[in-house]
């Protein structure tokens, strides 16, 4: 009801407001436009009597209101001189009224004009702008009237006598479309009065109660549809139905009679009497009736089922016109996704949703369940109209879970959950495709050592007649694990089917095959131990033509059907017939062979079957009943589970985490991503100076060794300078072919590393976030892995270092000091190594026993003793060799002997090499600063000169190989290697991000959990609300 402040609106008020608006709102008066107050207050009463009614202009300007009335005469005695001018001038006054009389009806005529007009402005003023609603039309009428010209079309149109004769019957296609009208319209769960006239018996059976359609209001409603249906085919239906019930009732009641009858008395003494002949042929009629009351049954029910199949392959056709139609549309719109597609995503992300704080998905599917080859992917086949799952004769086909979202479309198509191709189910080679996708994902799914997978595969059928529906095709239980199958087979889909049907929320389509005798049976009991009362089980009985064939008692299949047989219960009892065992068949050819053979079965002929208890089609339409009505019953509910538990997860975020954003799993690789991919640009903008700095030192590191010993030591041992240059030539000759490149390579593969990990090490300081430490660690190493040095560059670097080590030209004094401070730092670094070894060797010295209380072991002592007489040896002879002759041990060793020192020659020679090693540095260092100034002997080549100084030669050529390696080196890092792991690095984030698996492992911890938990739950409520507010459009 409409309420104007705080009264009551009145009338002409009320009836401007629908009475189906079901809305109450209070409008003040003065917010009611000018027209509407006054026509309220035109026609209401006034409710204060001390205050005057509010008049407005359309009171006073109308053309229906009173003149005003002349002014009153005045009374007797108010003066003799009026009245005698009135009694004077009566023929004046008479002419003046006949006069006046004339201006009257002329300025009536003229003042009700104006005032006409005057009134019509005014109302025209107070109508309300209603260019402000051009919205509500939409835009293609504009466009169709600006662009198409009405006159010319309506020229170019036939006559009606002509159209009248090619139209067909209008009757019968207007109630088909009033049907197809019902069909669409919402709130009816199979959408026509097709179903309240026949459908509703679908899934009664003798002993259970009806399987009745989810809207209450269909039987509320089956006396009006029986009153508006009597005209046409779809009162021929309900007539027929009627017939049928009553043939039923008839039978029973023959039948009924027939064996109530007593019979007929017996004599003691004689032997019983033959029957009399009133007595047979009453039998004969009684039986005779009954047999012609079952086969007009039957010819009722056949003809019943033919023109329902007629009714539903026109309307099927008439969808699809509609959906076609819909689909291309005149105008572009948004893609709206149906009711089952919403639904549909929501079961996609629960089934990746990791379920904690005891958050479950109850959304209701059915799962189909049965033993291994009773026939479960052949009725889920049926039911999707197209032959989409891959065969085998015997063995296991079904390896993980298919999830199947059956809707109605135009066209005949099947696509994945995360592809975006299309398979036209109406061509046999897309069909085949897809086959051999199915087959290929499960496959892929099984992991190594197992021979079913509990990840599901997710697609969506549509097609037109399609119920709508979402599916989920198991693995068939097994009794028996064979070879080639995981020992654990067994229990694996035992555990997966349990996890499906513990939903309390989920129909159980149990699939028993007809064929085998019932005891050989294992889903039976798993059903019944999930669901024992059952109350969303739906139990279908496949291959009835075998079973009817073998069988020698068709009772028996009564007995399954009746739900007498199996100690389980459930909602409905169906038999259907999925082909005759070839893989080749078509789903047309199956639904013929299924109606053919229930057409002339016994088992309807002979009642032990009902009409509605066959076909895959009933079998479908009872299925999408239950789950719809599951879903309307429980959707709402699992909403408010899921509101819940994104309240838990967002109060946690809060209290530990107040000021972080909330970054799930993906969010949070992309932020790692992009500060790797910094910190590599960032090794870019590296100085040449300081890449050839640490090439050049750390080279000389890896090779100064080497050069030591192998190089200047052994050539020093000669007598001339001449053989001096030829064995230092000779050695740096064969160290530059054989190693000196691949040490190079190395050490700048080495400093590429470090530096890499140095500016990973340097941004991991600012602010880092320790949550990504293991993924940069990961893909550093990986890219490291990945990364390969040019080795076409070895060949060019030996070429470059040979001919700087073949260089003895030097030019000037400041490279000549340089050569002998390179020389003294490296003899200095050795001596001091030297001594190092040989303190070692001989234990801590006087000061240090006496201040550290340290003591020498008897090896130390041995070692000590023998460096004591090799020290004589080298002050008796300065000029020693590196090696000490035999005698020369000898004499050592006796010497040794002789104090009571027992020595191993070894043990001699070993301490021999550190004293000659320490004493030739020293006289190295010391012949290093007499060179100092002998740069102007080496211009003259030291001639003329007692002062030979080669070795420094020897380390200016080194120290100049060393600095044009690092130069080259250098060159090869930042024009290309750099660039190379930089690509490295985005291909290996790439194939990271990639990689779900590895994203886990490399990001965790307890706020990702949470953030991802976060973003799922409101993900499933977000699709729960919207799928929750289409149901209810759909109502």
């Given at each position: 009801m409409l309420r104007v402040g705080s009264k009551a609106a009145c009338m002409a008020c009320r009836n401007l407001v629908s009475t189906n608006m079901g809305v109450r709102f209070r409008v003040p008066l003065q917010k009611l436009h000018p027209l509407s107050r006054a026509i309220h207050h035109r026609y209401s009463g006034n409710s204060n009597p001390q205050r005057p009614p509010h008049r407005t202009a359309a009171r006073y300007f109308t053309s229906m209101s009173r003149l005003p009335m002349r002014p009153p005469k005045p009374p007797p005695g108010s003066g003799g001189r009026s009245y005698q001018q009135q009694r004077n001038f009566w023929v004046a006054r008479l002419a003046a009224r006949l006069l006046k009389l004339r201006y009257i009806l002329l300025g009536t005529a003229v003042g009700g004009g104006y005032t006409a007009k005057k009134t019509y402005e005014e109302w025209k003023d107070m109508l309300p702008d209603f260019s402000e609603y051009n919205w509500v039309i939409p835009d293609f009428v504009w466009e169709l009237s600006e662009q198409i010209d009405f006159d010319k079309l309506a020229k170019a149109l036939p006559e009606i006598e002509e159209i009248a004769k090619l139209l067909p019957d209008m009757d019968k296609i207007g109630e088909n479309f009033t049907f197809l009208k019902s069909l669409l319209s919402s709130g009816v769960s199979l959408g026509s009065e097709v179903k309240g006239a026949g459908l509703h018996l679908l899934l009664e059976t003798s002993g259970d109660p009806p399987l009745k359609a989810t809207d209450s209001s269909t039987a509320a409603t089956q006396d009006a549809s029986d009153k508006q249906y009597k005209k046409g085919l779809l009162g021929e239906l309900i007539l027929i139905q009627q017939q049928i019930q009553r043939h039923e009732e008839e039978v029973r009641r023959a039948a009924a009679a027939n064996s109530a009858r007593p019979p007929p008395p017996e004599p003691a003494p004689s032997p019983p009497p033959n029957p009399s002949p009133p007595q047979q042929k009453r039998k004969s009629t009684d039986k005779e009736k009954i047999d012609q009351l079952q086969e007009e049954l039957l010819r009722t029910q056949l003809k019943y089922q033919r023109m329902l199949e007629r009714l539903e392959k026109e309307n099927k056709e008439l969808r699809k016109v509609v959906l076609q139609k819909d689909d291309k549309g005149i105008h572009q719109r948004k893609v709206k996704k149906s009711l089952i597609d919403l639904y549909s995503e929501v079961l996609d992300i629960l089934s990746d949703y990791d379920a904690n704080y005891n958050t479950q998905d109850h959304l209701p599917r059915v799962v189909v369940v049965g033993d291994q080859s009773a026939g479960k992917t052949s009725v889920l086949e049926m039911i999707a109209q197209a032959r989409i799952f891959p065969r085998g004769s015997g063995e296991m086909m079904t390896r993980s879970p298919v999830k199947v979202t059956l809707s109605e479309g135009p066209h005949h198509v099947a696509l994945f959950k995360d592809s975006g191709r299309e398979f036209d189910l109406t061509k046999e080679e897309d069909l085949a495709a897809l086959r051999h996708e199915i087959e290929l994902r499960m496959r892929k799914s099984v992991k190594e050592g197992q021979t079913v997978s509990s990840e599901t595969i997710s697609l969506s059928v549509k097609g037109p007649g399609i119920q709508r529906m979402v599916l989920v095709d198991l693995p068939g239980v097994i009794s028996t694990v064979t070879a080639g199958m995981a020992s654990d087979t067994k229990e694996t889909i035992f555990s997966i089917s349990k996890a499906y049907m513990q939903n309390p929320n989920a129909i159980i389509l149990c699939i028993q095959d007809g064929s085998v005798d019932a005891e050989r049976s294992i889903v039976t009991d798993l059903v019944s131990q999930m669901d024992p009362q059952g109350k969303r089980t739906i139990f279908v009985l496949t291959k009835v033509d075998l079973a009817e064939k073998n069988l020698a008692s068709p009772s028996r299949i009564q007995q399954i059907v009746e739900g007498k047989l199996f100690p389980m219960k459930a909602l409905g009892y169906f038999a259907v017939v999925t082909g005759k065992g070839s893989s080749g068949e078509s789903i047309e050819s199956i639904k013929d062979y299924e109606e053919d053979f229930f057409q002339n079965s016994r088992l309807l002929r002979d009642g032990m079957l009902k009409a509605h208890q066959v076909t895959t089609k009933n079998l479908s339409l009872a299925v999408s009943d239950c789950f719809w009505k599951m879903v309307r019953e429980s959707v709402e509910q699992q909403a408010d589970v899921f509101k819940a538990s994104r309240f838990n997860l967002e109060t946690e975020w809060k209290n530990n985490y107040p000021r972080l954003r909330e970054l799930d799993r993906n969010e949070l690789y992309e932020k790692a991503k992009n500060e790797i991919l910094d910190e590599v640009i960032s090794l870019s903008q590296v100085t040449p100076q300081h890449w050839e700095a640490i090439l050049q030192k750390k080279l000389w590191e890896r090779v100064s060794t080497h050069v030591i010993e192998n190089i200047y030591l052994p050539a020093a041992q000669t007598m001339d300078s001449g053989t001096f240059n030829t064995t230092v030539d000779i050695k740096l000759k064969q160290w530059t072919d054989k190693q000196l490149p691949h040490k190079a390579l190395e050490v700048a593969w080495e400093t590429l590393q470090e530096e890499f990990a140095r500016f990973m090490a340097e941004y991991r300081g600012k602010d880092q976030d320790d949550i990504f430490d293991k993924l940069k660690e990961a893909v550093k190493d990986e890219s490291i892995k990945?990364?390969?040095?040019?080795?076409?560059?070895?060949?060019?670097?030996?070429?470059?270092?040979?001919?700087?080590?073949?260089?003895?030209?030097?030019?000037?004094?400041?490279?000549?000091?340089?050569?002998?401070?390179?020389?003294?730092?490296?003899?200095?670094?050795?001596?001091?190594?030297?001594?190092?070894?040989?303190?070692?060797?001989?234990?801590?010295?006087?000061?240090?026993?006496?201040?550290?209380?340290?003591?020498?072991?008897?090896?130390?002592?041995?070692?000590?003793?023998?460096?004591?007489?090799?020290?004589?040896?080298?002050?008796?002879?300065?000029?020693?060799?590196?090696?000490?002759?035999?005698?020369?041990?000898?004499?050592?060793?006796?010497?040794?002997?002789?104090?009571?020192?027992?020595?191993?020659?070894?043990?001699?020679?070993?301490?021999?090499?550190?004293?000659?090693?320490?004493?030739?540095?020293?006289?190295?260092?010391?012949?290093?600063?007499?060179?100092?100034?002998?740069?102007?002997?080496?211009?003259?080549?030291?001639?003329?000169?007692?002062?030979?100084?080669?070795?420094?030669?020897?380390?200016?050529?080194?120290?100049?190989?060393?600095?044009?390696?690092?130069?080259?080196?250098?060159?090869q890092l930042t024009n290309t290697e750099v660039r190379r792991l930089e690509k490295n690095v985005k291909e290996v984030l790439d194939d990271f991000g990639e990689d779900m698996e590895k994203k886990t492992q490399l990001i965790t911890g307890r706020r990702v959990q949470l953030a991802e938990d976060l973003k799922k739950v409101r993900e499933i409520q977000e699709k729960l609300e919207a799928f929750i507010e289409a149901l209810h459009k759909e109502k």
């Open positions: 990945r990364h390969k040095w040019n080795e076409r560059a070895m060949d060019s670097l030996r070429v470059i270092q040979h001919n700087a080590l073949e260089d003895r030209s030097i030019t000037d004094k400041p490279q000549w000091d340089a050569a002998i401070q390179f020389m003294e730092e490296t003899l200095q670094s050795r001596l001091k190594d030297t001594e190092s070894v040989i303190r070692d060797m001989v234990g801590p010295d006087w000061k240090q026993r006496w201040l550290n209380w340290k003591n020498r072991t008897p090896d130390q002592h041995i070692r000590n003793e023998t460096k004591n007489e090799l020290e004589r040896l080298l002050k008796l002879h300065d000029d020693h060799t590196a090696y000490l002759a035999n005698d020369e041990v000898t004499t050592v060793r006796k010497n040794l002997e002789g104090r009571g020192v027992e020595v191993d020659p070894v043990l001699i020679k070993d301490t021999w090499h550190q004293l000659y090693r320490r004493h030739f540095l020293q006289k190295a260092l010391a012949h290093c600063n007499l060179c100092k100034r002998g740069f102007y002997y080496y211009q003259r080549h030291f001639v003329d000169s007692e002062l030979e100084c080669n070795d420094v030669v020897l380390f200016w050529r080194i120290q100049r190989m060393l600095v044009i390696t690092a130069n080259t080196l250098r060159q």
